[in-house]
Structures are given as C-alpha cells and as structure tokens.
C-alpha cells in the first residue's frame, strides 16, 4: 500500500470506549491470592504490566493447563 493510498480525514467522531471493566481482577488479589486465567501467559504481560503500574502490586504467572495462573507476590 503506498501513502497515496490513506486518506486523511477530519472530523469523524471517535467511538466511545469499549470495555471500561477490567477483564482479570488484578487489582483485586491479596498476597498469596491466585487465579486462573484461560489464556496463555505471553497473554497476560500486558495486564499483568499495567496492574503493576497502577498498583504497586507484583505479580507471578505460570502456566496452569490451558490457561495460566496468577499470583499476587507482594
């Protein structure tokens, strides 16, 4: 595709955000608390990442099945 091909455009409105509730309850956990996520953990770095950020929290991720479980460390 070269640039010519994108268009810029003005004035189109931005839709409003979807999925405001958190989808795993990191924030949520107390030490020693786990859960089981159905997702694999190369999934989960960006959450775990931002809850981390947000928080303070540290956490642990190992996969558990076909899933992975999460822990609150510290």
Same mark, same amino acid.
């Given at each position: 595709?070269?640039?010519? &091909? /994108?268009?810029?455009?003005? %004035?189109? @409105?931005? !839709?409003?955000?979807? %999925?405001?509730? @958190?989808? #795993? !309850?990191? *924030?949520?956990? *107390?030490? %020693?608390?786990?859960?089981? &996520? @159905? $997702?694999? @953990?190369s999934h989960?770095?960006?959450?775990? #990442?931002? &809850? *981390?950020?947000?928080? %303070?929290? *540290?956490?642990? $991720?190992?996969?558990?099945?076909?899933g992975c479980r $999460?822990?609150? /460390? &510290?």
């Open positions: 595709m070269s640039r010519d &091909a /994108i268009r810029i455009e003005r %004035g189109v @409105p931005r !839709p409003r955000a979807v %999925g405001t509730h @958190p989808k #795993y !309850p990191l *924030k949520d956990l *107390k030490v %020693g608390e786990s859960f089981l &996520a @159905p $997702v694999i @953990p989960m770095s960006g959450s775990i #990442y931002l &809850a *981390k950020i947000k928080t %303070g929290f *540290k956490f642990s $991720v190992r996969k558990e099945g076909n $999460v822990w609150r /460390i &510290a």
